[in-house]
């Protein structure tokens, strides 16, 4: 079992930063990957970004390329979601979720956290 509690989610302005944590406890951290998700409302849960145990590889929606940055401190147990220009189609809960094989899916991931609420204001 691993248990992942997102943070760092809040209200920013059009424009600005924010990062996001994901913390895991449990099993061994590091025999997993991890990927970001983001659902708004009225709308499917996709995927952001997700990177693999070793940070071997690292995957991004288009959507986010070049503005958001994921990374991982396995010695921390934690994964993070740098975001930055941050506009209002960012919007959204975004939630972490860890799998022991690397996934650019929704699907198929084992474990999820309860997700955090991102609001982008215009």
């Known amino acids: 079992q691993v248990l992942l509690v997102e943070s760092g989610g809040g209200l920013v302005q059009a424009g600005g930063s924010l990062r996001l944590s994901c913390a895991a406890s449990?099993?061994?951290?590091?025999?997993?990957?991890v990927g970001w998700f983001r659902q708004a409302t009225g709308k499917e849960r996709e995927i952001v970004a997700a990177i693999s145990r070793s940070e071997g590889r690292i995957y991004y929606a288009d959507s986010v390329k070049g503005r958001f940055t994921i990374s991982r401190d396995n010695a921390k147990n934690t994964v993070y979601l740098q975001m930055n220009s941050l506009n209002s189609e960012d919007t959204a809960v975004y939630y972490c979720?860890?799998?022991?094989?690397?996934?650019?899916?929704?699907?198929?991931?084992?474990?999820w956290g309860q997700g955090t609420q991102v609001t982008v204001s215009s």
């Open positions: 979720a860890a799998d022991p094989f690397f996934r650019v899916t929704v699907s198929g991931y084992t474990y």
């Open positions: 449990g099993r061994t951290f590091s025999n997993y990957a």
